[in-house]
């Protein structure tokens, strides 16, 4: 199985080799998410509800050469996680939830 995308961003849903380009255990069903900030460099976004323990956003940033999906901090269920990058924040985002640490 590969870890489940659940985006909140007009109905971008993105399969998981394409954003972080692994295959891992399976995905909790992380659900209640919300961007709570963003700037030029970083986008902050909270999950309150699902199956998931902890969850990570994945902000899409983009540079003069190349766009790329770079992830955000850890962050349990409830709390937020902040992705940041030298590049410009295009205004997608994503979030990966799982039930333990290490499987994000």
Sequence with gaps: MTKKIISSVAGIVLGAATLVGVTASPAAAITGCSKTASSKHSVSVKCTKGEGNYFRV?????????????????????????????GCYSGMWDVIGCYKKEDC
Excluded: M, R
């Design 58 to 86: 994945h902000g899409y940033f983009c540079s003069t050469s190349n766009c790329q999906w770079l992830p955000g901090s850890l962050a349990k269920k409830g709390g937020t996680s902040k992705a940041t990058s030298s």
